[in-house]
């Protein structure tokens, strides 16, 4: 197996925290979720419509970059092609590309040049799956998996010849665009997938030819970091939970591993009109900082529309997060866990002598923080650098623990941070 991404690339990840993750494919004109074509069960001719209609007027990804940079997001990645086919750069590879719409244009490049002016690391979002090749098999995860003609084993398709079609695609990727950051694949499900459910048509390492792929991205692209659904173990650089908050710190086979939970902002991936199930911001703050203390990451996701506008709902959300992060980034960016422990309802992050805890309750006027007794040099609430008073226990008590005087009035920021500033030592 090709070596793993070198330790700088790590490090540079972790201290980046908060990325902006963008679905954005034809399934925004459809605009109920990216996987429509597999829920409705859609034709290529029924899904052409997307295609032809396909004109992002409004495309404009500085401004995307400009709302992920206020609202403290250090990296971006976007979906090149997902499961449905299109691509989104001006592949050699197929005609299904945004170069044959009535866009008429190469969207990645825009994306990347954007992103990268703003000083944001560039990630790649590469779908494995791939509903319109026609060497695709149809499987039980297709849309045409009712077509028992489609699934049938004389049907001409030929795996061997999609898989050479995917690594063709990814060098593509990776040799037109200069350095990028991330890779980021999705999915595989072998047979008794990670869902549990028996399958027994289901794509992996094989399918891909992951191992051809890993060796594809390394070598163009030595200080990529790579992602963990190629279902290929050792591969990965990071781990990718989806949607749901770790208990703790990620292990894999006992050990620590870099991860990052990648979430949207109500359910769907891709750009849902209808959808107004959105998560309050100051929830998703809270899941930031969770993840930083748990030594991760979180990819925040937006469907931008079919114009290539981020829609109102969201831009908001994301400002709302902006808010906050412009008075608290110092408690997320470059920080990490701590190896105190704390109290109930709060958490902590950790940036060299530097300790964060974020209050996600509000307690009435002590807040105690076992094992700090003496070794707190200064406190005080990071959104305004207003002290917070100490109550140490008597030097010739037993006690370890330190105790804070907060006010009444929790002040009005998403998630209140009291700066801990800890002595030497
Ligand atoms: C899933 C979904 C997909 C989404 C992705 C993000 O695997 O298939 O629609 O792109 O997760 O993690």
């Not at 980046?16 to 963008?22: A, D, P, T, Y």
């Not at 902590?348 to 509000?362: E, K, S, V």
Request: hydrophobic content about 35%; glycine content about 8%.
């Amino acid at each position: 197996m090709p070596p793993r991404a070198p330790a700088a690339s790590v490090r540079r990840f972790q201290s980046w925290r908060f990325g902006l993750f963008v679905h954005w494919g034809l399934y925004s004109a459809a605009a109920r979720h990216e996987w429509v074509k597999y829920r409705e069960r859609l034709t290529d001719q029924q899904y052409q419509p997307y295609f032809d209609h396909f004109d992002a007027d409004l495309y404009d990804p500085g401004a995307w970059a400009e709302l992920a940079t206020q609202a403290g997001m250090r990296y971006a990645v976007l979906t090149t092609k997902h499961h449905e086919g299109f691509c989104l750069w001006d592949s050699d590879l197929t005609d299904y590309k945004v170069t044959r719409t009535p866009h008429g244009k190469d969207a990645v490049g825009p994306f990347i040049e954007a992103f990268r002016t703003a000083g944001l690391g560039i990630g790649l979002y590469h779908s494995l799956i791939d509903w319109h090749h026609p060497d695709f098999t149809v499987d039980s995860h297709h849309p045409q998996r009712d077509d028992t003609a489609a699934r049938s084993a004389d049907t001409g398709r030929d795996m061997g010849r999609y898989a050479d079609h995917l690594n063709g695609q990814v060098r593509e990727l990776l040799t037109r665009y200069g350095g990028i950051d991330i890779m980021w694949f999705d999915f595989s499900y072998p047979d008794h997938d990670i869902y549990e459910q028996p399958i027994s048509d289901g794509k992996g390492r094989a399918a891909w030819r992951s191992e051809r792929l890993v060796e594809t991205v390394r070598s163009l692209q030595p200080d990529i970091l790579l992602n963990d659904r190629l279902d290929l173990p050792g591969s990965a650089d990071f781990t990718t939970a989806e949607q749901y908050q770790p208990a703790g710190p990620v292990l894999v086979d006992g050990h620590p591993v870099v991860w990052e939970a990648c979430h949207t902002l109500n359910g769907s991936w891709g750009y849902d009109r209808d959808n107004l199930d959105d998560k309050p911001a100051e929830l998703l703050v809270r899941m930031l900082v969770d993840a930083v203390s748990k030594d991760g990451n979180l990819l925040l996701n937006v469907g931008p529309n079919a114009r290539g506008e981020i829609d109102q709902r969201a831009a908001r959300t994301l400002r709302e997060i902006g808010a906050w992060m412009r008075l608290h980034s110092s408690a997320i960016h470059d920080a990490g866990p701590s190896t105190y422990e704390a109290p109930d309802g709060c958490r902590y992050t950790q940036r060299g002598d530097r300790l964060y805890l974020h209050l996600f309750t509000w307690p009435m006027k002590h807040v105690r923080l076992p094992g700090l007794a003496g070794k707190v040099r200064y406190a005080r609430f990071l959104a305004d650098h207003s002290e917070v008073r100490r109550d140490e226990p008597p030097a010739d008590g037993a006690g370890s623990t330190l105790t804070l005087e907060l006010p009444v009035q929790r002040p009005d920021v998403a998630v209140p941070v009291v700066e801990l500033v800890l002595h030497d030592s």
